[in-house]
């Protein structure tokens, strides 16, 4: 049988000593390899490859959310497991939101991390005993009184910080300096009443409805066309046709509230959290066929009704679109104001 490759990271080496320790009593377990900062890490997992990575977040040159993101995204395969001292709410429910496979105590007997190991290798997913409660007492989700009120920037800001984006790439989505953005983060926090990013991410995953644009901000003018509530969610990787598609949105009703996502992590974790009534997804995304992000996003939002659209209007696309569930499928070229509206007046029948 094919051995199981390790690669063990944590800043400290007696630490990775125990790990290591435990670890090899496990059959068809090997250690390929081990890193103690965020730059060693990711050298080692393009030399090893590995099917396992333990990893203490909190190393030097690491920042845990948009690393955890980037990993899965590279190595979609790789098993995470935290292996952390810390406890605290945001702290896990943001690593595993951001995608890892397991959280792990250290004080927890070794034993334990053997059988988290096993479960997670065996494709389940595994949480220290001792934090069912603090995960289990969360708050819903649903939108709560008094959330801060955000600017148009500061939303996207926060929906940048959701995807695990780093300072420099929102600069260069922004088109803003880095210290720019820095100033406008610290803002951000002040008015979450947070004060790091790891925090002002669960907060927004507590609050999506904080990430929604209102169809009035996508337009200069326009008054609502009916009193009736519409949520639609937008999904495309090309920002700029997502942001033409919600302007368009907003002109033919100003009272929705858009939410755009450009990639199917993103729109299942939206489509989830805020139940949309519309869904408009793009059969060409980063990560995978819309086709099949309509398909999930069924699964967790099954009344939103869902509009595939493409530039390339195949007829294999479309018998595919409509046997996922999709009420419609829609060429980008033909994409006007009577179309739309026409898919809005079926969204709210």
Aim: aromatic residues 4%.
């Amino acid at each position: 049988m094919q051995s199981v490759r390790v690669v063990l990271a944590d800043d400290h080496t007696v630490v990775r000593a125990g790990l290591r320790n435990a670890l090899e009593g496990l059959p068809n377990l090997e250690i390929a390899g081990e890193a103690g900062n965020g730059r060693e890490l990711m050298d080692m997992l393009v030399r090893v490859n590995p099917d396992l990575l333990v990893l203490d977040a909190s190393m030097p040159e690491f920042e845990p959310i948009s690393a955890v993101h980037q990993i899965k995204a590279k190595y979609p395969n790789l098993k995470i497991l935290i292996v952390s001292a810390y406890h605290d709410e945001t702290y896990v429910v943001g690593l595993l939101n951001a995608g890892v496979d397991g959280y792990h105590l250290k004080d927890q007997p070794l034993a334990d991390l053997q059988l988290a190991a096993q479960r997670i290798l065996n494709g389940d997913r595994w949480i220290s005993g001792s934090l069912i409660g603090i995960l289990t007492s969360r708050r819903s989700p649903i939108a709560q009184p008094n959330t801060p009120w955000l600017t148009r920037r500061q939303r996207e800001l926060l929906r940048l910080l959701t995807q695990g984006t780093d300072n420099r790439n929102i600069a260069l989505a922004l088109d803003l300096s880095i210290k720019t953005v820095e100033n406008h983060l610290t803002a951000l926090y002040r008015v979450l009443g947070v004060d790091s990013r790891l925090k002002a991410l669960n907060y927004a995953l507590s609050h999506p409805e904080l990430l929604a644009l209102s169809g009035q901000e996508m337009v200069e003018t326009g008054t609502s066309q009916s009193g009736q509530d519409l949520t639609v969610l937008v999904v495309d990787d090309n920002a700029r046709y997502r942001q033409q598609l919600c302007r368009l949105i907003g002109k033919i009703y100003p009272a929705s509230a858009i939410f755009e996502a450009e990639n199917s992590m993103e729109a299942l974790l939206l489509g989830e959290k805020t139940q949309p009534q519309l869904g408009l997804i793009d059969v060409v995304l980063e990560d995978e066929d819309g086709i099949q992000c309509a398909s999930r996003l069924r699964t967790v939002s099954p009344l939103t009704r869902i509009v595939l659209i493409s530039a390339y209007p195949d007829r294999e696309f479309r018998r595919r679109a409509l046997s996922a569930g999709a009420i419609a499928f829609l060429d980008k070229k033909e994409l006007d104001t009577a179309s739309i509206r026409q898919v809005i007046e079926d969204a709210l029948r």
